[in-house]
């Protein structure tokens, strides 16, 4: 009876630092939110001149008709899902339409058009430490590494069926290579030549750099963590001698990254709204 109550007072100190590491990515998004305050309150102080102006009206009508592809995309999942699963795709619906959703957010970052002002000669380009944080920006790609490891570990074993494998496997994988090559455009472009018009490169190269990374990493934290619970719920199921540790890892991990998803879509939507300037500095 003694180890009984031990084994159950470790699986609950367990659960709970497993799921530090979620709350500490929500607390890392909420910090973002500083850099995105200041990034948008040097813009509204700033005078941009007619190109930046023109670069900012051109940026957000490109943002939102992309975005709007990610609908479309979106109910081609709910058919997909429908030919795939049939009755079952109902509970599918949802998760189809907001990948779409997220999906459309990536193409519309990585296809954003080059500004069209004057290039800082010799060239000048940023560092990545000053468009986000790198620990999000790793934590991303780790979240992408470890979902498709699961994924694919479980789908070797046979406890996934072939089209949730691929599904599990190629979407966080394509989410992550349209993140990566927006944030290298991102990275790469040389500064404007006009003093007033780089605040407004930074903002647009910081809104682009947070809205590629969290929509990432929701479609990685989703299904990391659905995949977890079905690995822990699996493993409990197994007969083993002593305490098993390991399905309350599972599970309490898997609850860890649904919530920290769900966070992090719910920072998402802060970085929606595109960049803009209302010209402080001329009102007053």
Partial sequence: MHTWSVGRLIAVVLFIAVLVPGVLLSRAWWLAANRRAVASAAVDFATPTDAGTAVLRRQAQHGRRVRRLGWLLGLIGIVVSVVLFAEASVFLWLPALVVGL??????????????????????????????????????????????????????????????????????????????????????????????????????????????????????????????????????????????????????????????????VAGFLLTWLRPVRSSQRALAG
């Fill in 102 to 263: 997220l999906v459309g957010v990536l193409l519309a970052e990585v296809t954003r058009p080059r500004p069209r002002w004057e290039l800082a000669s010799p060239a000048r380009r940023p560092r990545r430490g000053e468009q986000v944080s790198p620990w999000l920006l790793w934590t991303m790609r780790a979240v992408v590494v470890a979902e498709l490891v699961t994924g694919a570990l479980l789908w070797s074993s046979d406890h996934l069926d072939d089209a949730v494998g691929w599904v599990a496997v190629v979407v966080p994988l394509v989410a992550w290579l349209l993140a990566e090559g927006a944030l290298l455009r991102a990275l790469v472009r040389p500064l404007p030549a006009e003093g007033a018009d780089v605040p407004v490169d930074e903002a647009l190269r910081t809104w682009t750099a947070h809205l590629v990374i969290a929509a990432t990493s929701v479609l990685a934290l989703l299904p990391l963590g659905t995949l977890l619970l079905v690995a822990g719920i699996e493993r409990g199921d197994v007969v083993t001698p002593g305490f098993d540790l390991l399905p309350v890892a599972l599970v309490a991990g898997g609850f860890s990254a649904l919530a920290a998803g769900i966070a």
